[in-house]
């Protein structure tokens, strides 16, 4: 059930790209307005090196509902670093970089040490990286820049929908205030599977705006399971971080 939990935090959390996107470039939708909000989007990117801090986390599926605490930290860019607890214990810890996805969970003895294979099947979506750090951060999974988007105007904020269909069904939507995610939503219809992810409160910590609170539902051939996530305690480069890992020996390998 934690590699549920941390596969679904993770995203419900990776196509193929590694490192930044941010920087000089062109915006594919010919809508000027448009085209000037994804711009807006993209230059409101909170910027940091590191950041550290505590993810309290509610996992609710139709058998039960567990809550888990995670400190976690990050390397922009570079390194994303989680360890779960309950009840005080830690019970699972996983280290991500733009090539590797590494996880053990202590109460099954097991662990992965590979792709992101493991979490792209538990999650019913392609993911990478750079996709796991956008929706870490309030930013949009896919990059808007690199295709026609329908663009609308919603009570709720700016809405953006691709302008040509494709496998994945995408919707985003981006807060009016600061230009951040208001949600994201992924689809593979013909798969029965989607994810949702809104983000219900950002906050301003040290002058930086973040998420506060981010809810990822995920659905799977009628079954729903909902992930909320609190950040609280951030840090912002405060100096190097350490992301101690090493798989126990003696734990089994979770095979694909």
């Not at 990776?14 to 930044?20: E, T, Y």
């Not at 992301?243 to 003696?250: E, H, L, N, Q, R």
Request: charged share 25%.
């Amino acid at each position: 059930m934690y590699r549920k939990i941390l596969g679904l935090v993770l995203l419900s959390l990776f196509v193929v790209s590694c490192g930044s996107r941010k920087g000089v470039k062109g915006i594919a939708t010919k809508n000027a307005e448009a085209a000037n909000i994804i711009e807006s989007h993209y230059n409101s990117e909170t910027d940091f090196k590191t950041l550290s801090g505590k993810l309290r986390t509610v996992y609710q599926s139709e058998e039960r509902t567990q809550s888990v605490n995670l400190s976690f930290r990050m390397e922009k860019d570079k390194a994303i670093w989680m360890s779960a607890s309950v009840l005080g214990f830690p019970v699972a810890k996983a280290y991500i970089t733009p090539s590797r996805v590494s996880y053990y969970e202590k109460v099954s003895q097991t662990y992965f040490d590979g792709d992101f294979r493991l979490l792209s099947d538990l999650l019913g979506t392609p993911l990478d990286f750079q996709k796991l750090q956008n929706l870490l951060i309030g930013q949009a999974i896919y990059d808007l820049r690199e295709e026609e988007f329908e663009f609308s105007q919603t009570a709720k904020g700016f809405q953006f929908m691709p302008a040509e269909e494709g496998l994945i069904k995408k919707m985003f939507l981006l807060n009016p205030k600061n230009f951040k995610t208001a949600a994201q939503q992924l689809a593979q219809t013909q798969e029965n599977k989607s994810v949702t992810v809104t983000y219900s409160d950002f906050q301003e910590v040290e002058g930086k705006i973040f998420p506060e609170e981010i809810n990822i539902i995920a659905n799977e051939a009628g079954s729903s399971t909902r992930i909320e996530l609190t950040y609280r305690s951030l840090e912002f480069d405060r100096g190097e971080l350490s992301f101690p890992f090493d798989i126990p020996s003696g734990y089994e390998e979770i095979n694909l």
